[in-house]
């Protein structure tokens, strides 16, 4: 079957296999699949990862078997794919924080072979390619009348944006609200604040193009960070700064802006993805003597098999954004087209079309 490997280089090949799906795994036939910052930190070596690699982890598609221990998921269902792997049965799942789960932890497996050896597979999902093999868990059956195409963009960047807004900072109605980068991710950020009831959205984005989609998807201001300082630009329009602010970008300097910006009692959500050995420098007191609060946020503290339903039901009401995400589709043989489009700001979401 042809995929995406990634060996050093960009190899998109026909010389790859997936094997059958084992007892709690099934096999997914892959429709889209959308390319996230993520798969370009694997090639820069931001997120560091064995190879040869099968690439990708944003997708959607069709279930084509399920092993003898399947007992959610058939032939035929239409799915969203996320990442997690999570066990279902530990303290954390069963309480319902499914990113706490430690089998989701460092585990690497190889279910293909790429020219006839062992290859990995890339945040247990593995999208860039015609077929996958995952956990019954990960995969979140959805209704067949969704467009895949725009289905393939739950699993990440609508799961760890709108995720971080709704279950780690928990915005609420009448809130204040900075993005820091309006990507795919912060362009979800941005909606899912919206949806919640905030009232004044700042999109923050060195990229003054973004502005439009920006305030399409409920920005409420924008400010272009090349030509201002955004600490001060934010101050001009809410002068006691905001209840949570979000970091999207990875970035140790975005973040001090980030946190400077909180107003008393405020939250930042850190969800961008920098170097394993980035640090970051704060003033202690400017966090002690107000209340501030700086907070994690892997892959949106989702719970995808609550998150993803209630995300399609707010699709299909007209009220949550995914076909608008979708800027353009590729085939595979334009992987490396994506990446550079990504770079120069030129799409909210690319999805490849296996």
Known sequence: MKGVVWNGKIDVTEDLEARGPGANEVSVRIAAAGVCHSDVSVIDGTIPFPTPLVMGHEGAGVVEEVGSGVTKVKPGDHVVLVTLGHCGQCDACESGHPTHCRDTFGKTSQPFTYKGEPAYMFAN?????????????????????????????????????????????????????????????????????????????????????????ARDFGATDFVDARATDAVAAIKQILPDGVDHSFECVGHPTVLRQAVDILAWGGNCIIIGVPPPTAEASFRVAALTHIDRGILGSRYGSARPHVDVPIVIDLYRQGRFKLDELVTRTYPLEEVETVFADMADGKVARGVLIP
């Open 125 to 213: 999902t593995s999208v860039f390619a015609e077929h996958t093999v995952v956990k019954e868990s990960q995969a979140v059956v959805i209704d067949p009348a969704v467009p895949l195409e725009a289905a393939s963009l739950i699993g990440c960047g609508v799961l760890t944006g709108a995720g971080a807004v709704w279950n780690r900072a928990k915005v609420g109605r009448g809130d204040t609200v900075a993005v820091f980068g309006v990507g795919g991710i912060g362009l979800n950020a941005v909606q899912a604040a919206w949806i919640a009831g905030a009232v004044r959205i700042v999109a923050v984005d060195a990229n003054p193009a973004k502005e439009a989609i």
